[in-house]
């Protein structure tokens, strides 16, 4: 089952990926293919977050579970979307805000 948090961070990615596409890619309406495959890449990572509905943002994860070339565009969409988040979803953005300043999880060794 998915749960809230994760649910949460779905959403966020979905937005900025929204975001960044319509600035950057010119489509009519919904995401251009490249921006769609980067959105289900995103959101199947989350669905199997080692940390789950403890997961600390993604940019402070201890465990990078994203291939280079998905993290290389995903953080160029988030820098783009990220100050554009405040206005156009505010919650989700100060939601996101306060748990990036919160502690990220030890990982504990076996
Ligand atoms: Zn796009």
Redesign the pocket.
Known sequence: MTGKRILREKKTAEKMTAIY?KA??K?DSG??S??KNLLNYVQKRLEHCFFGEHKPVCGKCPIHCYQKEMREKITTVMRYAGPRMIYKHPVLAIDHIIRSLKKVPVLKKR
Do not use: A, D, K, R
């Open positions: 596409c950057n890619h489509i995401l251009c490249e921006c």
